[in-house]
């Protein structure tokens, strides 16, 4: 549009960042994505990102709009069933085993699972294919100025770009959200995550297993092989102190700490890639918008690593966003068209940010009752089979 740089400005490089500018670049924006750290794409290279990220059914439906699943795909894992195991009884083995099948209510798995430095290598690539979107890494918000017209943001490196709406993609402490004098509620669990990648000598046959002792769980994620042998991504959650110390272990006494805690269902695991820490919280935007800003991923909200519903309630903010924005191009950015995004999003936000509170809590206890009352639960849950299948449909983003 005339007298604006751009129509989008994304702020923010990591995996939401990349996608949010892709999408809207293959629906023909002008977008110009910005990030102060250049992303990291090699798996062994200092300070790349190790977790791996699950899309969900309407996740994927997203990428592959925005061009992104056929880079994607080769890649890979799917994950046909998510397996619960209760380990909470007085010794450290499984009691208690619940499997959710895909196959209850689709033709298709639940998700894909890929680790997030190959996402961002894809991602990047991706976004050089696409002529209206320009990435700039290496290169930061500094400021930002709206009025009711436009915003211009300030870069780091002392320009300045006029648009007609910033996408707050910037993390946890989004510049963007305190800028636009956003505030948020944080809740602290005390709680970090070990994320890592290990082989096994069972396959992992394309199943997810969350193990709940105490503490938090520990959960594989299916991985294509690695050298050969089957692989699974780990996230391990535990309270801070304890993770610290795991982290700091040698390599053969932390391999025996998570084969125990792994209740050795895929037999022995083998540590294959360095260890990363991950604290753990809940974030709350108290509203999804300012003039001209739109909040997505975890500018908007953070959620503990449970169900895999972290980065697909952020790009279900990116499905609704691109909606209204297709609706009605004209109205890019306007108070309107923020209002609705704020409408639809955030109720759903509030109800899945508590219902994912409420997991963490239980899979943390210690006491041996309150353990012992959670498998009940679990057990009631998996027996009534219309309300098993209703969790599943809601934890593939079924909205209602």
């Known amino acids: 549009m005339t007298g604006f740089d751009y129509d989008i400005v994304v702020s923010g490089g990591g995996v939401a960042g990349l996608t949010a500018a892709c999408v809207f670049g293959a629906a023909g924006f002008t977008v110009l994505c910005l990030d102060p750290a250049p992303p990291i794409t090699d798996r062994d290279a ?6 791996t990220t699950a899309f969900l059914q309407p996740a994927q439906a997203l990428l592959d709009r ?4 056929p880079r994607l795909a080769p890649h890979a894992a799917e994950l046909q069933v998510m397996r619960i195991v209760d380990a909470g009884g007085e010794l450290a083995e499984p009691r208690l085993t619940r499997e959710f099948d895909a196959a209850d ?3 298709r798995p639940f998700g894909w699972n890929l680790p997030n430095w190959l996402l961002r290598r894809e991602m990047v690539a991706r976004l050089q294919e696409l002529p209206g979107v320009t990435f700039r890494p290496g290169t930061g918000t500094a400021s930002l100025f709206t009025r009711e017209g436009e915003a211009r943001v300030g870069l780091s490196d002392g320009t300045r770009v006029r648009c007609r709406l910033v996408i707050a993609a910037d993390g946890r402490d989004s510049p963007m959200r305190e800028s636009a004098g ?7 669990y005390g709680q970090k995550a ?3 990648a290990v082989t096994h000598a069972i396959p992992h046959d394309n199943v997810s297993t969350e193990i709940h002792r105490s503490g938090g769980p520990f959960t594989l994620v299916p991985l294509p092989d690695h050298g050969g042998r089957p692989s699974s991504a780990v996230v391990w959650m535990e309270e801070g102190t304890e993770v610290q110390r795991l982290a700091a272990l040698p390599r053969p006494e932390f391999e025996a700490a998570m084969n125990d805690r792994s209740c050795l269902l895929f037999g022995p695991l083998t540590l294959a890639s360095r260890r990363t820490a991950w604290p753990i919280i809940s974030r709350i935007a108290t509203q999804l918008y300012a003039e001209r800003v739109a909040l997505v991923a975890e500018a908007a909200h953070v959620v503990p690593p449970i169900g895999a519903q972290g980065l697909n309630m952020s790009l279900g903010d990116l499905r609704v966003l691109l909606e209204l924005a297709e609706a009605a191009p004209d109205r890019l950015g306007d108070l309107r068209m923020l209002e609705t995004y704020h409408r639809h999003r955030h109720l759903e936000i509030r109800t899945r940010v508590a219902g994912i509170d409420l997991l963490n809590r239980a899979s943390m206890m210690r006491a ?3 353990r012992d009352l959670r498998a009940m639960g679990l057990n009631a849950i998996y027996s009534l089979a219309p309300v098993r299948k209703t969790i599943m449909q809601l934890g593939l983003g079924a909205r209602g």
């Open 105 to 107: 209510i689709s033709d």
């Open 368 to 370: 041996q009752p309150l």
């Open 46 to 51: 200092a300070g790349s990102d190790l977790r």
């Open 66 to 69: 925005a061009g992104l699943w």
């Open 182 to 188: 956003i505030g948020v509620k944080t809740t602290h």
């Open 194 to 196: 070990l994320a890592f």
